[in-house]
Every structure is written in structure tokens, then in C-alpha cells.
């Protein structure tokens, strides 16, 4: 019997994902993030755009404004974000205001990531911030809630 061993970086993606889950549940799209600053989770997020009627509720920047308020500080520069989702530009943006030293996601977003898949907004060369990025970790799990997702979706569509 064989027994793997997840990295730290599964363990966290696993509560990203648990935050998915609970947009799922409110009906939102499922993507969920947290933020970590000296291994201890900062900020919890989900996407809340219908909950809130706000379309700048994306779970990133919701798990931004909480490790924000939590930590005292605008800058969360000892901090790594664990996303389900490539971010989208909003989101980039916002965590290279937030100076986040790390990122890490789970599935790219074709149609509108902006760190490595549509726009290079993530370490753009003329920002005035960089940070690690280390994609693709849960990435099968992180896609299938989405791709699931929609494919319900599609299916009410046409029902």
C-alpha cells in the first residue's frame, strides 16, 4: 500500500477548496481562496458577486480584505494567497497592490486569467511588484468543480 503525502501547498488548497464549496452551495461560482501569513490563514474568501451584489466580490479579493483588516496593514507582503482559479486582472492587480509575496493556484482560466493564460498582468515587467507563482496544484479537483458547475448550469439552460 502506497500512502502519499501532501505538500503544504495541498493542505492549503484543500481550504481553498473547501471555500469553493461554499460558494457552490450559495450558488455563486465555485471559487474560493485564502490568505497565509507565518502559517496561519489570514483571510478566508468565496465569490460573493450575487450575495453581495457586487461585482468586485471575487473570493480573492474578499480573502484580501480580510487578511488586510486582520493583519492591520494594506501590504501583505509576508503573505501567499491559494486560489482555486487563475485570477482574473481585477484580482492580479489588486494582489500586486497587496504586495503579496506568493501565489498559488489551482486551475488556469482561459477566458480570463491574467497570470499566465489571456494577460500577463501577474509580474508584468513594468509593475512595480513581482511575487512567486506556482500553478496547477489541485488543479484537476479545482477545474472539475468548475467545469461541473457550468455543465449544470448549460443543463438548466436548455431544461
Known amino acids: 500500500m502506497v500512502f502519499s ?22 450558488g455563486e461560482v465555485p471559487v474560493g481562496a485564502i490568505v497565509v501569513c507565518h502559517g496561519q490563514i489570514a483571510g478566508r474568501g468565496f465569490n460573493r458577486n450575487l450575495l453581495d451584489n457586487d461585482p468586485s466580490a471575487h473570493a480573492e479579493m474578499v480573502a484580501l480584505r480580510q487578511a488586510a483588516r486582520a493583519l492591520g496593514n494594506h501590504r501583505l507582503r509576508e503573505c501567499e494567497m491559494y486560489a ?25 482560466d482561459p477566458k480570463a486569467g491574467a497570470v499566465h493564460s489571456v494577460l500577463p498582468v501577474l509580474n508584468y515587467p513594468a509593475l ?10 489541485l488543479a484537476g ?11 449544470g448550469r448549460r ?3 436548455k431544461g
Open 155 to 157: 443543463a438548466e439552460q
Open 5 to 26: 503525502a501532501m505538500t503544504p501547498d495541498e493542505v492549503w488548497m484543500e481550504e481553498a477548496l473547501r471555500q469553493a464549496q461554499r460558494a457552490l452551495e450559495a
Open 141 to 151: 479537483r479545482c477545474g472539475e468543480l468548475l467545469q461541473a458547475f457550468f455543465r
Open 128 to 137: 512595480n511588484h513581482s511575487m512567486q507563482v506556482e500553478r496547477g496544484v
Open 84 to 108: 482555486t482559479l487563475e485570477p482574473c486582472p481585477m484580482c492580479a492587480g489588486a494582489l500586486v497592490h497587496a504586495r503579496l509575496r506568493r501565489l498559488v493556484y489551482g486551475a488556469d
